[in-house]
Each structure stands twice: as structure tokens, then as C-alpha cells.
């Protein structure tokens, strides 16, 4: 008896921990507006640039346009995207690629909190935090692909009241080599703020 009730203390302390997180949910409009946000959107093409071969002779090769990771990009003549649109399909389907782009500012309150971006692309993402995607080999979580429709979570750095970080998606329609018959969707995306441990 004595240990089922160490263990349903254990338990509700757990839980009560757990809820004291803050989730600000950016499918939102009072989410976003929570973080002075805008989500912004854009659709991604292949082009073709120079390259070179291993042997260092010239050659056709492929890269994307825009480039929007850089946190001074300019998407001001993007699409703005309504937040509770974000789990819409977008993109041209088939293999396809997108940006989805926004800025957030930390409340006074956020002050000594840790904060979590979530997001979910359908059906992988790439998440770039102020035109930087750290990442390592083996690396199982955070902002790269992670697999076929899988969370990615990204610890924001430097909170402190005021500051505004630049949250850049690259989404991808997979998986890319049977050609998808869909298109982009993201979704669960929000802000998870926490205490410091």
C-alpha cells in the first residue's frame, strides 16, 4: 500500500510539473499576436547553378531559389498566411519544396523561462533559428529531418524579454523518390515555455 501511494505521489508531482509549462499555439491568432508574429509563405523551385565534379571539372548541379534561412531576409512580398490556415495543404505538389517563415518576440514575462519550438511538417521539415541549423552526425532530433511526418523541436536561444528571433521552415513533400501524389501541410506548431531547471 505504502508504495502504490509513493508511487501516485511521484506520479501527481510529475504532472504538476509538467502543467506548468506554457503552450502558446502558433495556428493561432492570439498565439501569434502573443509573439508580435506573422507568418509568411512561400513556394520553393529547383534550379540549375553551376558545380563542379569530384575531379573538380566543371558541371550542371541543382540548388533551390529563395534561399530563406538568413534571418534579414526580405519575404516582405511573400504571402501572408492567416495562422489558422497553417495545416492547409500548400506547395505544388508531387516532389516539391517551401518556406514557412516568421518572427518572434519574448514577452516581459518570458524573463529566466526556457522555450521550445514544435512543429510538424508534412512530411519533413528543416527549422532554421536565426539563419543557423546546428546540427551533428547522428543526430536523432531538433531542426533537421527526422523522418516521414515527425516532430521536430528547437530550443530557442538567449531568451531574455524583447528578443526576436527569425523562424525559418523548409518543408519537404515526401517521400521524394516515389513522388507524392500530395502536398505540404504544417502542423503543431507552437511555443513551449518552461522554467529554468
Excluded at 43 to 55: C, S, Y
Excluded at 145 to 161: A, I, S, T, W, Y
Aim: hydrophobic share 40%; glycine share 8%.
Amino acid at each position: 500500500m505504502r508504495r502504490v501511494l509513493t508511487a501516485c505521489v511521484v506520479l501527481l508531482v510529475s504532472i504538476a510539473a509538467a502543467g506548468g509549462a506554457e503552450k502558446i499555439d502558433l495556428a493561432t491568432k492570439d498565439g501569434v499576436a502573443k509573439v508580435n508574429g506573422e507568418w509568411r509563405y512561400a513556394n520553393v523551385k529547383i534550379i540549375e547553378v553551376p558545380g563542379r565534379n569530384p575531379d573538380g571539372s566543371a558541371n550542371t548541379t541543382y540548388s533551390i531559389e529563395p534561399r530563406a534561412q538568413a534571418p534579414d531576409f526580405d519575404d516582405s512580398k511573400w504571402e501572408v498566411i492567416d495562422p489558422t490556415t497553417l495545416p492547409a495543404a500548400r506547395s505544388t505538389g508531387q516532389v516539391c519544396f517551401c518556406w514557412y517563415r516568421i518572427r518572434i518576440t519574448a514577452p516581459p514575462e518570458w524573463k529566466g523561462k526556457k522555450v521550445a519550438l514544435y512543429t510538424t511538417v508534412d512530411d519533413y521539415g528543416e527549422v532554421w533559428v536565426d539563419g543557423k541549423l546546428p546540427f551533428q552526425v547522428g543526430q536523432l532530433n531538433g531542426n533537421l529531418v527526422r523522418g516521414h511526418n515527425v516532430p521536430n523541436r528547437v530550443e530557442l536561444p538567449d531568451v531574455q524579454p524583447g528578443k526576436t528571433w527569425s523562424i525559418a521552415i523548409f518543408g519537404i513533400n515526401g517521400p521524394i523518390s516515389a513522388v507524392p501524389p500530395n502536398w505540404i501541410f504544417l502542423t503543431n506548431t507552437y511555443l513551449e515555455v518552461s522554467d529554468v531547471k
